[in-house]
T-cell receptor, first 114, second 113 residues
Framework: DAGVIQSPRHEVTEMGQEVTLRCKPI?????LFWYRQTMMRGLELLIY????????DSGMPEDRFSAKMPNASFSTLKIQPSEPRDSAVYFC????????????FGPGTRLTVT | KQEVTQIPAALSVPEGENLVLNCSFT??????LQWFRQDPGKGLTSLLL?????REQTSGRLNASLDKSSGRSTLYIAASQPGDSATYLC????????????FGTGTSLTVIP
């Protein structure tokens, strides 16, 4: 399996622009997680899905952030409008299911908002 | 809410030394605990997964232990090598949520040749 796939790997955009990050989980995994990592705050869980349904989005910073999972093999995290403080590495991870399964991470998207 | 702590935040050792990284968590009702490695600018790589019913897991020079009652896990690295230099994170999966993982802030390890 190719593992968790994220695109783009790097994104540089200007403040106010819309940013869309993409993730393809490992085939057969029905739980998907979006994280954000910064030096100041470490790794933060933004939202996670189970069977394509958002379960907990309490980590989403504000209304500028939204996430969707239209099917089992694709998810997006959108920021509109983007701000410099959104600059971070965004990771997507997937797991086979709830409970005792381990989590696998994608390579991340490094976002820079100028 | 589960809280996960890793001490020390940074560790520097000479090559060849055996070392232990620590992870503590506040709620012992967990499904499992997972150790990850993160190289600079890279994603997280899973090293070991310990289920709640297990006491330890081994992979090569790595050995992870779990003591649920005391809320502790250790990652033992034998005969450290410069290539082991990375940040090591632990994460627990609580039973009350069943899905969310809680991460520690990591230990940055440097192995000096």
């Amino acid at each position: 399996d190719a593992g968790v796939i994220q695109s783009p790997r790097h994104e540089v955009t200007e403040m106010g622009q819309e940013v869309t990050l993409r993730c393809k989980p490992i085939s057969g995994h029905n739980s998907l997680f979006w994280y954000r990592q910064t030096m100041m705050r470490g790794l933060e869980l933004l939202i996670y899905f189970n069977n394509n349904v958002p379960i907990d989005d309490s980590g989403m910073p504000e209304d500028r952030f939204s996430a969707k999972m239209p099917n089992a093999s694709f998810s997006t995290l959108k920021i509109q409008p983007s701000e410099p403080r959104d600059s971070a590495v965004y990771f997507c991870a997937s797991s086979r299911g709830q409970g005792s399964y381990e989590q696998y991470f994608g390579p991340g998207t490094r976002l820079t908002v100028t | 809410k589960q809280e996960v702590t890793q001490i020390p935040a940074a560790l520097s050792v000479p090559e060849g030394e055996n070392l232990v990284l620590n992870c503590s968590f506040t709620d012992s009702a967990i499904y499992n605990l997972q150790w990850f490695r993160q190289d600079p600018g890279k994603g997280l790589t899973s090293l070991l997964l310990i289920q709640s019913s297990q006491r330890e897991q081994t992979s090569g020079r790595l050995n992870a232990s779990l003591d649920k009652s005391s809320g502790r896990s250790t990652l033992y690295i034998a005969a450290s090598q410069p290539g082991d230099s990375a940040t090591y994170l632990c994460a627990v999966r609580p039973r009350d949520t069943g899905n969310q993982f809680y991460f520690g802030t990591g230990t940055s390890l440097t192995v000096i040749p």
